[in-house]
T-cell receptor, first 117, second 117 residues
Framework: AQKITQTQPGMFVQEKEAVTLDCTYDTSDQSYGLFWYKQPSSGEMIFLIYQGSYDEQNATEGRYSLNFQKARKSANLVISASQLGDSAMYFCAMPVGLTGGGNKLTFGTGTQLKVEL | GAGVSQSPRYKVAKRGQDVALRCDPISGHVSLFWYQQALGQGPEFLTYFQNEAQLDKSGLPSDRFFAERPEGSVSTLKIQRTQQEDSAVYLC???????????????FGEGSRLTVL
């Protein structure tokens, strides 16, 4: 069964600095995807970035990039030039197949990021 | 509205009461998911609809939990005889296509926070 592990319950970073949020995963599938979502205090889950297991390059979306190391089964999120608005919970997630078709997302336990002045 | 709408945003129930949580997905979205998020944890899958068909309900924690989507749009999650361990945020998510969870194109609501006293 797929499993997502996030070992950092909380992280602090100074404004304008870069920060790396760790995510390791376990799956027996050859083809899979990995996601990062942001959850601000309002509660809504916001999609940030996606990495496919067969993508040749690490995914990037603006200030977000994925440090994808397939052999180590890790997909760490790098946020560059941190902003106060980046303070939120961050979740790593992986799709798992559902009976009857479709996929659900399995989430890690999350990392609470606090950006400081 | 443009996004996934959930109501009520906050609900306080006495132990033993029944509650109903509503999700209004983005118009035209085929897939609809319910997740339960306990404090400090990642969201846990509850159930999945494709149009009006409930294709997977493997995550529902007990037979006190019931979900429906009778016309393939609005969905209701009902919890009967609420217990304290039901206290959590209940998130609804929708997507345009089946399998869109594979590409991260899941749109989440802000959730309904249930507190059972």
């Amino acid at each position: 069964a797929q499993k997502i592990t996030q070992t950092q319950p909380g992280m602090f970073v100074q404004e304008k600095e870069a920060v790396t949020l760790d995510c390791t995963y376990d799956t027996s599938d050859q083809s899979y995807g990995l996601f990062w979502y942001k959850q601000p205090s309002s509660g809504e889950m916001i999609f940030l970035i996606y990495q496919g297991s067969y993508d040749e390059q690490n995914a990037t979306e603006g200030r977000y990039s994925l440090n994808f190391q397939k052999a180590r089964k890790s997909a760490n999120l790098v946020i560059s030039a941190s902003q106060l608005g980046d303070s939120a919970m961050y979740f790593c997630a992986m799709p798992v197949g559902l009976t009857g078709g479709g996929n659900k997302l399995t989430f890690g336990t999350g990392t609470q990021l606090k950006v400081e002045l | 509205g443009a996004g996934v709408s959930q109501s009520p945003r906050y609900k306080v129930a006495k132990r033993g009461q029944d509650v109903a949580l509503r999700c209004d997905p983005i118009s035209g979205h085929v897939s609809l998911f319910w997740y339960q998020q306990a404090l400090g944890q990642g969201p846990e899958f509850l159930t999945y609809f494709q149009n009006e068909a409930q294709l997977d309900k493997s995550g529902l924690p007990s037979d006190r939990f019931f979900a429906e989507r009778p016309e393939g749009s609005v969905s209701t999650l009902k919890i009967q005889r609420t217990q304290q361990e039901d206290s959590a945020v209940y998130l609804c998510a929708s997507s345009l296509e089946v399998g869109a969870a594979n590409t991260g194109e899941l749109f989440f609501g802000e959730g309904s926070r249930l507190t059972v006293l």
